[in-house]
């Protein structure tokens, strides 16, 4: 039996979007046989340094992590899409700072939350629906970062729950960055199969070493 706990942000700590229905957390607990737990730390709004905070909290008994962060440090930078600029490769050099800072957060994040010694997972930052005005701007823009949330993962040999697979559908969305009933429940079968993986399905396996 195990005890999974949710960390980061909004896309975990949902349940002020679903209108009364499951949050993502009560979906967890309902996709995990009898005698599993699911705890909620995810804090709507937190950016990846309020993770160090939310460990704080960590329940006795944990088993298992997974985190959903980036999303509100990306939203940080949501001005450099007005940024006028001379031409792509312009633009281009306007995310490396960025990047570069966030890389050091998420970095740092991702250290802080190995250093319990638990079995992690963490989340993607998913798209925008693709009927939202702006969606594809968006979509390449979240590039940069996702590349960063990869790229630590990897190198630390931690699973990837990839959201912008797993959120593919404008139902999937609450509004342009929270998932409704429907996306949490995706999100939940995502989350039980990187806790419980079933041998008969396919899985990606990442090389890096």
């Not at 942000?9 to 209108?19: E, K, P």
């Not at 709507?44 to 962060?69: E, F, I, M, N, Y």
């Amino acid at each position: 039996m195990g005890h999974v706990v949710l960390l980061g942000d909004s896309i975990l700590d949902n349940g002020r979007y679903v209108d009364g229905g499951p949050d993502v957390v009560a979906q967890v607990r309902d996709a995990l046989p009898a005698g599993w737990d699911a705890t909620l730390l995810a804090v709507d709004g937190d950016v990846t340094s309020g993770v160090a905070r939310q460990l704080r909290a960590l329940p006795p008994g944990a088993t298992h992590l997974v985190v959903s962060a980036g999303g509100n440090d990306a939203l940080g930078y949501r001005h450099l899409l007005q940024l006028p600029v001379g031409g792509v490769m312009e633009a281009l050099l306007a995310f490396d700072a960025p990047r570069r800072a966030f890389a050091q957060d998420y970095g740092a994040m991702l250290d802080g939350v190995l250093a319990v010694g638990l079995p992690t997972a963490v989340c993607t930052i998913y798209d925008t629906p693709a009927s939202e005005p702006g969606s594809t701007v968006i979509r390449t823009a979240l590039a940069f970062f996702n590349d960063i949330i990869t790229r630590a993962a990897f190198a630390r040999g931690v699973s990837v729950v990839d959201l912008r697979l797993v959120c593919d559908d404008d139902g999937d969305y609450a509004n342009p960055i929270e998932p409704s009933v429907q996306g949490g429940a995706k999100i939940a079968a995502a989350i039980s199969a990187f806790l419980l993986p079933d041998p008969d399905r396919p899985s990606s396996t990442v090389l890096v070493r």
